[in-house]
C-alpha cells in the first residue's frame, strides 16, 4: 500500500492532545516490511498562520485551506476553540465539506464532533463526542444519533471519537482498520505503533 497523507486541521484555541496524540500515532507508524514510514502526516489552518491552542501553545501549521496536499484522512480535533468559535466559521465548515467529498476517511476527536455535525455530516449516523457535550450534540444536532459509554463509533467515511485521549484510541483502530489485520500489515502495524507509545493497553483484552 501507498504512504496515504493525514491532514489535522488546526484552529486558535484547538485542544492540544486532540490534535497532538493523533499526530504522534500517524508520524511513528510504520510499515513493518520496510520500516518505512505509513503516513504523511500535515497540519493545516485556514489561513496558515500560526495557531495559539489551549493554554497557549504556539504552532505553525503546514499549510492552509487554499494550499495543500490531497489527503487521505482528516482529522478534526475539538476544544474551545471548535466549540464556541470554528462552529461559527462558514469558511470552515465548507472547507471539512469539500474534503469529506475527497477523503478516505474524516475523523473528529471529543467536539470537533460538533463541526462534523454542523456540516451535515453526522446527520442519520452514530456519534460520540466528549462526555460533557453529549447532550449538546444531541439537543443541537437531533438527527444525530448520539452514543454515550463508547471510546468512537465506525460509521464508515466518518468516525468520531470521545474527549481528549480518545482520539489517540481512534487513531490506533483507523491504522489496523486501514492496513487490515494480516501478517505483514494490520494490527501489528498499529501494535508496533502503540508499543513504541508504551499504550500497550489499547491491545489488552
Known amino acids: 500500500m501507498s504512504q496515504r497523507t493525514?491532514?489535522?486541521?488546526?484552529?486558535?484555541?484547538?485542544?492540544?492532545?486532540?490534535?497532538?496524540?493523533?499526530?504522534?500515532?500517524?508520524?511513528?507508524?510504520?510499515?513493518?516490511d520496510l520500516e518505512t514510514k505509513a503516513f504523511n502526516v500535515i497540519?493545516?489552518?485556514?489561513?496558515?498562520?500560526?495557531?495559539?491552542a489551549r493554554n497557549g501553545l504556539k504552532v505553525i501549521p503546514d499549510y492552509n485551506f487554499h494550499h495543500h496536499p490531497a489527503l487521505d484522512v482528516l482529522v478534526v480535533p475539538g476544544g474551545?476553540?471548535?466549540?464556541?468559535?470554528?462552529?461559527?466559521?462558514?469558511?470552515?465548515?465548507?472547507?471539512?465539506?469539500?474534503q469529506y467529498s475527497q477523503?478516505?476517511?474524516?475523523?473528529?476527536v471529543c467536539t470537533g464532533a460538533l463541526l462534523l455535525a454542523k456540516a451535515g455530516l453526522l446527520n442519520g449516523r452514530k456519534a460520540t463526542t466528549h462526555w460533557m457535550d453529549q447532550?449538546?450534540?444531541?439537543?443541537?444536532?437531533?438527527?444525530?444519533?448520539?452514543?454515550?459509554?463508547?471510546k468512537?463509533?465506525?460509521e464508515g467515511k466518518v468516525i468520531t471519537s470521545g474527549g481528549i485521549s480518545a482520539?489517540?484510541?481512534?487513531?490506533?483502530?483507523?491504522?489496523?482498520?486501514?492496513?487490515?489485520r494480516n501478517v505483514i500489515y494490520g494490527r501489528n502495524v498499529a501494535a508496533e505503533t502503540a508499543k513504541r507509545m508504551e499504550y500497550d493497553s489499547f491491545f489488552q483484552g
Do not use: H
Open 135 to 150: 447532550d449538546r450534540l444531541a439537543k443541537e444536532f437531533p438527527l444525530v444519533a448520539v452514543q454515550r459509554n463508547v
Open 80 to 98: 474551545y476553540g471548535a466549540e464556541e468559535i470554528e462552529i461559527n466559521n462558514s469558511n470552515l465548515i465548507e472547507w471539512i465539506n469539500q
Open 43 to 52: 497540519t493545516i489552518s485556514e489561513d496558515g498562520e500560526m495557531i495559539k
Open 152 to 154: 468512537f463509533i465506525d
Open 6 to 32: 493525514v491532514g489535522i486541521l488546526l484552529f486558535n484555541e484547538v485542544e492540544v492532545l486532540d490534535f497532538a496524540g493523533p499526530f504522534e500515532v500517524f508520524s511513528l507508524t510504520t510499515k513493518t
Open 103 to 108: 477523503v478516505e476517511c474524516i475523523a473528529s
Open 167 to 180: 482520539g489517540i484510541d481512534m487513531s490506533f483502530y483507523l491504522i489496523s482498520r486501514i492496513y487490515g
